[in-house]
């Protein structure tokens, strides 16, 4: 059997396959409270049908604020459990497994409201300017994602991914560009990092199963973090107990990013090596041959997939084709499948 259908383990949570569906917002509350529509069911529903092994949720708001719009999914209120364990109950009748990211925008937030950073600087001209969190909007913060860590058990979800790339929030305590702070959450590389830190402190406190966290490895500025620093970083996390380092990058400031096949998994191959810890590669990775050469050369356990599964829902079955792989389909597939 092909590596990338070959089952993993992460804590106590099995994978039947390596393709995970990317987290990827949608922007599709009609209704602007945060809870699962009509059009997320069939969204990703079709691609646990479609056998990919883990389906993630688009960045999913542990508070208000933290939402990137007003039409991002949110589970900073106990009423939106329903909808998410709805959710779970029919990827799961696939064979799948769900997971859920855990997500703060920070001062990339879009909304009417007031938005919050480390630091009150504006992403870019035509962004607001932030409010520079104080010691006590760190607090709640924190025990916002601790409450979406207790509400993701009661979903039903099987891993927990804490957002913390593209430029987001906890992205933003991590980078010296977007953290000018003095007290003890700014300045030096463990300052820097005590917010996430506290994060997985919090959320492990409601949550024993996986958790993964997803980071910016390049931020493609000169003085943004070093790949010294993300190795710090990523280091901490293993010791910490994180499962696996979703390896993404860019976001932390506006930057032009020379994009090609694989463009992010030399630094994803680096971190598995140094920190000694499971990779998820993610970044035009398109095709069962490139996914599987990823897996079967131990640059990254997982392989992320996002336009390619927008594209088509069962990409997983093409992977299949591509590498003379047979795949069990959903039983109502069978006669097309086989």
Same mark, same amino acid.
């Given at each position: 059997?092909t590596?990338?259908?070959?089952?993993i383990?992460?804590?106590n949570?099995?994978?039947k396959?390596?393709?995970?569906?990317?987290?990827?917002c949608?922007?599709?509350?009609?209704?602007?409270?945060?809870k699962i529509t009509?059009?997320?069911?069939?969204?990703y529903?079709?691609r646990?049908?479609?056998q990919s092994?883990?389906i993630?949720?688009?960045?999913?708001?542990v508070?208000p604020?933290?939402?990137?719009?007003h039409?991002?999914?949110g589970?900073w209120?106990d009423?939106?459990i329903?909808g998410?364990n709805?959710?779970?109950e029919?990827?799961?009748?696939?064979?799948?497994?769900?997971?859920? *990211?855990?997500a703060?925008?920070?001062?990339?937030?879009?909304?009417?409201?007031t938005?919050?950073?480390?630091?009150?600087?504006?992403?870019?001209?035509?962004s607001?300017?932030?409010?520079?969190?104080?010691?006590k909007?760190?607090?709640i913060?924190?025990?916002?994602f601790?409450?979406?860590? #207790?509400?993701?058990?009661?979903?039903n979800?099987?891993?927990?991914?804490?957002?913390?790339?593209?430029?987001?929030?906890?992205n933003?305590?991590?980078?010296?560009?977007?953290?000018?702070?003095?007290?003890e959450y700014?300045?030096?590389?463990?300052?820097?990092y005590r917010?996430?830190?506290?994060?997985?402190?919090?959320?492990?406190?409601?949550w024993?199963?996986?958790i993964?966290?997803?980071?910016?490895?390049?931020?493609?500025?000169?003085?943004?973090s070093?790949?010294?620093?993300?190795?710090?970083?990523?280091? #901490?996390?293993?010791? *910490?107990g994180?499962?696996?380092?979703?390896?993404s990058?860019?976001?932390?400031?506006?930057?032009?990013?020379? #994009?090609?096949?694989g463009?992010q998994?030399?630094?994803?191959?680096?971190i598995k090596?140094?920190?000694?810890?499971?990779?998820?590669?993610?970044?035009?990775?398109?095709?069962?041959? *490139?996914?599987?050469?990823?897996? *079967?050369?131990?640059?990254?356990?997982l392989?992320?997939?996002?336009?390619?599964?927008?594209?088509?829902?069962?990409?997983?079955?093409?992977?299949?084709?591509?590498?003379?792989e047979?795949?069990?389909?959903?039983k109502?597939?069978?006669?097309?499948w086989?």
């Amino acid at each position: 059997m092909t590596k990338l259908f070959t089952p993993i383990k992460f804590n106590n949570v099995e994978l039947k396959n390596r393709i995970v569906m990317s987290p990827m917002c949608m922007y599709s509350c009609t209704e602007q409270d945060g809870k699962i529509t009509p059009f997320h069911m069939t969204h990703y529903v079709s691609r646990a049908a479609g056998q990919s092994g883990l389906i993630m949720t688009e960045a999913t708001a542990v508070i208000p604020e933290g939402r990137i719009s007003h039409e991002d999914l949110g589970i900073w209120d106990d009423s939106h459990i329903d909808g998410l364990n709805q959710l779970n109950e029919q990827i799961h009748s696939y064979g799948a497994k769900s997971a859920i *990211q855990l997500a703060h925008a920070g001062r990339k937030a879009r909304l009417d409201s007031t938005i919050y950073a480390p630091s009150p600087i504006a992403y870019n001209d035509s962004s607001k300017t932030p409010s520079e969190m104080s010691l006590k909007d760190i607090d709640i913060t924190i025990e916002a994602f601790k409450n979406g860590a #207790r509400r993701a058990k009661e979903a039903n979800f099987d891993i927990i991914e804490i957002h913390g790339a593209h430029g987001y929030l906890i992205n933003q305590f991590l980078s010296p560009l977007t953290n000018k702070r003095n007290d003890e959450y700014g300045g030096s590389l463990e300052n820097r990092y005590r917010f996430l830190s506290e994060v997985i402190e919090a959320v492990q406190s409601e949550w024993n199963g996986p958790i993964f966290v997803r980071i910016s490895t390049d931020e493609y500025a000169p003085d943004g973090s070093t790949l010294s620093d993300i190795l710090y970083f990523t280091s #901490r996390m293993k010791q *910490q107990g994180i499962d696996l380092i979703d390896c993404s990058s860019g976001g932390v400031v506006p930057a032009s990013i020379n #994009r090609y096949p694989g463009y992010q998994l030399k630094r994803c191959e680096m971190i598995k090596r140094e920190a000694a810890v499971a990779t998820g590669g993610v970044g035009l990775i398109t095709t069962g041959i *490139q996914a599987e050469e990823i897996v *079967q050369n131990d640059r990254a356990d997982l392989v992320f997939i996002g336009r390619a599964l927008l594209r088509n829902p069962y990409w997983p079955k093409a992977c299949a084709d591509a590498l003379n792989e047979t795949i069990t389909p959903p039983k109502q597939y069978e006669r097309g499948w086989n």
